[in-house]
């Protein structure tokens, strides 16, 4: 098993990608701690997961619970090999010339200073480890506009840059450090943050998840599955060549316009064409 006798640190782990990277992780031998500020789902995973699953508290906002995490797992195991930095939320959708102060910088501890010091509290416990790896999320947000509010994407663009600078910054204690970029998975993030009663919320859940297998080439809606096989690959020796990259795992959703991979969608030039032939029959 890949991860046999290692241990792992998963951050939101108690639904979504990071239970589904708890479920594999512990499946293939490693020791994971699953923390989240989900007590009850987190306490859930960790009796229903097949495997080593130790659920912590951790609430990725307060540094001091982040460190507390990393030192309790190192004291229990001997020390840290994986890192998996998920923990996250959609964080507020309001348009730069709207958004205050206080919403702008929640979103930055939760999506990018989180990571940050989810780096800084691990690496002394894990110098040494053979085969050490941390691995971040960071969204095709990061590539540009359009994918989701502005906060959320400069911060997810501020966790891919941290990626290549943790990188070069830990190549010398071995410690490789990748991101994945998820394109539209069903998970709750979408409808964490919204304030409406249950029964909307499957309502929500469902377009969602309809809308998301019509959005890219690959014909369905990513699954938490999708994100969690990758996280493995790069934390695995598989990956030992691999550090300060990005694994994009979005559906291709970001290879171009709907037009360059959808027949049905016409081109700026297809259009012009049928207006050529128009005047040409004298329409």
């Known amino acids: 098993m890949r991860f046999d006798g290692k241990t792992v640190i998963i951050t939101g782990a108690a639904s979504g990608i990071g239970a589904q990277a708890v479920q594999l992780f512990a499946s293939e031998g490693a020791v994971v701690y699953a923390s989240d500020i989900d007590d009850e789902g987190g306490k859930t995973l960790e009796q229903e997961t097949e495997g080593e699953v130790r659920y912590r ?10 460190r507390q995490l990393m030192d309790g797992a190192a004291a229990e195991t001997g020390g840290i090999d994986t890192v998996f930095n998920n923990a996250g939320a959609g964080g507020t959708r ?23 010091f989810g780096i800084r509290y691990a ?7 053979k085969g050490a790896s941390i691995v971040n999320v960071s969204s095709v947000a990061a590539v540009g506009p359009g994918y989701s509010p502005t ?23 071995g410690i490789r450090v990748n991101a994945v970029q998820p394109g539209f998975i069903n998970t709750n993030i979408f409808t964490s943050s919204m304030d409406m009663p249950e029964d909307m919320v499957h309502v929500a859940k469902a377009v969602i998840a309809q809308m998301s297998s019509n959005a890219q080439p690959v014909a369905r809606g990513g699954q938490p599955r999708d994100i969690a096989e990758a996280v493995a690959f790069l934390a695995s020796d598989a990956a030992s ?14 290879l171009g316009p709907r037009h360059s991979w959808d ?12 207006m050529e032939k128009q005047a040409q029959s004298g329409g």
């Open 263 to 274: 027949p049905d969608t016409p081109t700026m030039f297809e259009a012009l064409e049928a």
């Open 151 to 173: 906060t959320y994407a400069v911060a997810k663009a501020g966790v891919l840059h941290l990626t290549k600078c943790a990188a070069t910054d830990l190549a010398r204690h």
């Open 241 to 254: 060549f691999m550090t300060g990259a990005s694994m994009l795992v979005d559906g291709g959703i970001t």
């Open 94 to 116: 309001a348009p730069i010339d709207e958004v205050e102060p206080e919403d702008w910088d929640r979103t930055m501890d939760l999506l990018l200073r989180s990571v940050a």
């Open 123 to 129: 690496v002394p416990h894990m110098k040494g480890r």
């Open 57 to 66: 508290h951790c609430d990725v906002c307060s540094p001091e619970d982040i």
